[in-house]
């Protein structure tokens, strides 16, 4: 089995269309990373979803190929199982976990590895800033 440097886990139910922004983050950190030499693998756990986020998916990765992600549907109805069977199905060295409504800075992932090299101990590795667009 290939050893990936990072595994990107990417939780989803019922985000709709707001799911292809958050794909388009993750793509463009995916591909700065493996620019820089990253192998990275991509894991899409989908719980309960509706039809509008399974839609927006599938054509944002047959628009764009070279995120190549697996996809699993569920019906756990609890988001820490969801994350816990995609710990099950990553084979990387360091997991990236991100909500189907999260974005992040194109360098995030790489900058987050380079960090993680760099440490004796193991860590959990976060941004520095979050931006919140409630209220």
């Keep these: 089995m290939k050893k990936f440097d990072i595994s990107v886990c990417i939780t989803g139910h019922f985000e709709g269309i707001l799911i292809h922004k958050t794909l388009r983050s993750i793509s463009a950190g995916v591909n700065y990373a493996r620019n820089k030499g990253l ?17 927006s ?3 944002f990765l047959e628009a764009e190929p070279s995120l190549k992600a697996m996809i699993y549907t569920h019906t756990f109805g609890d988001i820490s199982k969801s994350r816990n069977f995609l710990i099950s199905k990553s084979t990387g060295k360091y997991l990236a976990f991100f909500d189907g409504d999260d974005f992040f800075t194109e360098n995030y992932l790489y900058q987050a590895f380079t960090v993680a090299e760099q440490q004796q101990e193991p860590a959990i590795y976060s941004p ?4 919140v667009f409630e209220g």
Excluded: G, K, M, Q
């Design 39 to 55: 192998i990275i693998e991509c894991n899409i756990s989908l719980d309960n979803p509706d039809e509008v986020t399974i839609n």
């Design 57 to 59: 998916i599938n054509n």
């Design 128 to 131: 520095r800033y979050l931006l």
